[in-house]
T-cell receptor, first 112, second 111 residues
Framework: KAGVTQTPRYLIKTRGQQVTLSCSPI?????VSWYQQTPGQGLQFLFE???????NKGNFPGRFSGRQFSNSRSEMNVSTLELGDSALYLC???????????FGSGTQLSVL | SQQGEEDPQALSIQEGENATMNCSYK?????LQWYRQNSGRGLVHLIL???NEREKHSGRLRVTLDTSKKSSSLLITASRAADTASYFC???????????WGAGTKLIIKP
């Protein structure tokens, strides 16, 4: 069974641009969660989607948004990028909320 | 807010020694999970222990849970260089089942 796939692996953008990150969960997993990880702030929860519905949302500004498609694939979008958005963005899938998470390798976003 | 708090923040030991990391939390939980992260990569799930369990083993890993003290420990026995990584605990509150992460323990195994 294929693992969680995140694309792209690396991304360089400039301030003010927008970016879309993609995540393909493990087959059969309906829950997809997104995290932001920075050296200073650790692992911060962005949002969770389950069967195309946003189930939980972290404390991030509205510039951060996401969606989930009927095949459980998910995307997250960050608009009007700021320098502080530079981070490793991790996607994880699971069978259900609160259960074992399977993580992708992440997308390393650098904002210049 | 971060509920799980790992202790210590960093740990450096000799290969072959045992490593113990602790996690404390504040609210009633459904389960507690431990993950490992190698530098710059995604996290890997190690063990999930439910609130009605006291101890779980997986290979060289042993996890204990004390719900009365709201704490858990992860023991890695006979450490190897490949165990060098950051270790995170994540608690799942009874209230909303959303994982809450600690800041992690950075473990360095010296050859």
């Amino acid at each position: 069974k294929a693992g969680v796939t995140q694309t792209p692996r690396y991304l360089i953008k400039t301030r003010g641009q927008q970016v879309t990150l993609s995540c393909s969960p493990i087959s059969g997993h309906r829950s997809v969660s997104w995290y932001q990880q920075t050296p200073g702030q650790g692992l911060q929860f962005l949002f969770e989607y389950f069967s195309e519905t946003q189930r939980n949302k972290g404390n991030f500004p509205g510039r951060f948004s996401g969606r989930q498609f009927s095949n459980s694939r998910s995307e997250m979008n960050v608009s009007t990028l700021e320098l502080g958005d530079s981070a490793l963005y991790l996607c994880a899938s699971s069978l259900a909320t609160g259960e074992k998470l399977f993580f992708g390798s992440g997308t390393q976003l650098s904002v210049l | 807010s971060q509920q799980g708090e790992e202790d210590p923040q960093a740990l450096s030991i000799q290969e072959g020694e045992n490593a113990t990391m602790n996690c404390s939390y504040k609210t009633s939980i459904n389960n507690l999970q431990w993950y490992r992260q190698n530098s710059g990569r995604g996290l890997v799930h190690l063990i999930l222990i439910r609130s009605n369990e006291r101890e779980k083993h997986s290979g060289r890993l042993r996890v204990t849970l004390d719900t009365s003290k709201k704490s858990s420990s992860l023991l890695i026995t006979a450490s190897r260089a490949a165990d060098t990584a950051s270790y995170f605990c994540a608690t799942v509150p009874d209230s909303n089942y959303q994982l809450i992460w600690g800041a992690g323990t950075k473990l360095i195994i010296k050859p």
